[in-house]
Nanobody, 113 residues
């Protein structure tokens, strides 16, 4: 099982980024997926989840209305569209396949003026 995140970077408050997570080594279309984040000195926290079909999503209260999780099962990829970014969104973002206990290496998102 391999998960590879990309798309992080430095952005100003109010800006947008789209994270991608390319999955391999398992049947992606059968697997719910999640995004987590970990700010410096803090624990890893759930940001968003999506069912295997993409029909249902859930979000942490802190990102509702600003972030959108989606997936393309034909491309074995899950996305996190982040709009209206705030400095408190600064963290390393991780992709997770909960059925396999698998994590990506993370991608850094920094929101600063």
């Amino acid at each position: 099982v391999q998960l590879v995140e990309s798309g992080g970077g430095l952005v100003q408050p109010g800006g947008s980024l789209r994270l991608s997570c390319a999955a391999s080594g398992f049947t992606f279309s059968d697997s719910p997926m999640s995004w987590y984040r970990q700010a410096a000195g803090k624990g890893r926290r759930l940001v968003a989840t999506i069912t295997s079909s993409g029909g249902n999503t859930n979000y942490a209260d802190s990102v509702k209305g600003r972030f959108t999780i989606s997936r393309d099962n034909a491309k074995n990829t899950v996305y996190l569209q982040m709009d209206g970014l705030k400095p408190e969104d600064t963290a390393v973002y991780y992709c997770n396949a909960p059925q396999y206990g698998a994590w990506g290496q993370g991608t850094q998102v920094t929101v600063t003026v």
